[in-house]
């Protein structure tokens, strides 16, 4: 994306041999949106990166894995002010021109001198064609990285747009997912921009779970660099649809990349929730059963067991369920409806379905027209190895 | 406990060799008082249990284990009906003077030649001391029977209690959990004793999650014989007040009876929410925790993981949350406050809390004086195993 080069560097936050410090360096004149965490205990870097960016137009985001700087107290904070200065003080910016952001172990002091080590390295490789060994250094327990490019013609004008996340457990995001790096050469306005990106992740990173444990790292930006082809001003309302569709689909590749990797995953699930009285009931019924453990265990069983799917509809809380009026799909067969298990179901069709690695449940709820849809993983005993292990 | 008596029998529903078929026969003059799942997807049985026992007063309880009869539509109901009319042919009494309740797989037909096999073997074996044989066949995913019985003395007169329960998973109970039976030789009305049970299960096992799922087939039964020494009129607030207190510590104890033997528990654990603003508020915090998977497979670690606590905290929802104020504890060893780890912990202090078979985290909010815990279990890899290889 022209406006945008990363480095990245070893700094040594926790993991030795591999990187663990990214840079972003934004062009002047780009735009950059938002969207952070809504859990309560908001780490350090969420906070800062949060005041900066409604204080100022952004020059660089700094983004070290390893060490969240969450639940660090005024220590955490005072770390993460020092360590915008360093890069600061290098780059020859303001400090609050650096949005910071952290991921990996929840309480630990942030180490100040490997970020004195790393920046002048991470400075030094600064290229634009490094989205990929950056999307590898902003890993944890990830085993891939998730990176998505595209260029699309909208009125005729090229646009670039390219985005990376990372994230595979501690996923529930409420605004945002665990750190997505969005950028397009495009130009756009700050609130055209804010609105677009609110939207796009409220349709994609807010539509998955892995586990129901929202991060307090959690942070999404989006960068217009407006140095390609594309500038929209704010009353081009047509324009501004056309390339809010382009970042929704962006937005959901990664969102869906996210779950694809989630700790412990045999099972892409899609848990499709229709014909709700509203999309806040269908999101609701959606998330109870891509919540249920009971459904997940089942998922990586292999086990077509439709009656956990049916407790979870039932204990999800909408009021006056006609439970006679609901359907239930796995894939393109329907195994419950009328309250019962389908007539004509059979559990091979069940089974059948059940061998696919990515699987549709579809849920019509039978009282009204509206939809929503929310991406999970099934929960198997590597997610347990993988969280019983791993110090968050 | 005098004025009931308990008959089994192995009926064949599900399991070959063990009795699956339980009969509570209760005397005449008993008061009986239900309370059951909110689940809209409520099992056959649970229905017609609920319709029975507000229309006449109840002379049999019929449980039987391996089958659910929910998820079954219409047939599941009529199954249903014809069971207890079976009973009531053998018993010489009314149907609606049976309270059916089913506990094993969702969706199966419910098998009624099983029910005139078993019926007649149950009958015969009518006995007062058959508790414990009672027990042990309502049992599914259970490991142990669960069974509390005491004397005490209320207002000098001798009374006995006796309760059972079964459940293992499947466990975020909604009202009451899988199945509680407990009868007292006291007497009491209907209406009081009604009273009595509904805010006993409130504070036992409407405070207890293994995985966050409400069954469909939950119901819990307190029977009052009038047999005993103790005859209580609703105009005695002090007496009843000391058997609701003695209600209360029976629930309680079946209730961690559950826990203690929840599917693949390693720890018994206690979220103990202080300092809230209202008994909701220290519930809703208190469950994100009971129910976060990453705080489960940290404890089944034996990892005092206390990040994973404060991010639950930390997203439960409660508005206006002053992170700052916070307080929590592990055992008696307070592990964060201020936003951060505690300043005198240390990582041996956790570990050595988590070495212990059942754990306390105290959660003090400091935002009032309301008060509420929960009981729950660890996520392990046998949790796992059991759902992926058990059809609920």
New interface residues.
Partial sequence: VNGVRLGTAAAGIRYQNRDDLVLFDICEGATVAGVFT?????AAPVQVAMRNLSATSPRYLMINSGN?N???????HDNCLASTQLLADAAGCDAQQVLPFSTG???EPLPLAAFTTGIPLAIGSLAADNWLTAARAIMTTDTVPKLVSKQVRIDGKLVTFTGMAKGA??I?P?MATMLAFIATDAGVSTSALQAMLASAADQSFNRITV??????NDACILIATGRGELHVPDTDQQTLQALQAEVNALCTELAQAVIRDAEGITKFMTIDVQQGASEAECLQVAYTVA????VK??F??S?P????I???????G?PE?D?SAISIYLGATCI?S????SPDYTEQQGQQVMQQDEITVTIKLGRGDARASVWTSD???D???I???Y??
Same sequence: chains 1, 2.
């Fill in positions: 809504r859990n309560a205990f908001r969240a969450a639940g660090t107290g005024q220590a955490g172990v929840i309480g457990g501690m529930r409420d586990d129901g444990d929202t991060s307090t919540l249920s453990p009971l265990t089942a990586f069983a086990d067991n439709w009656g956990r049916l407790a979870a509809v039932g204990r999800s909408l369920l439970v419950a009328a309250g019962g298990r929960l198997s005993h997610y347990v190895r969280n019983a292990e110090r968050t």
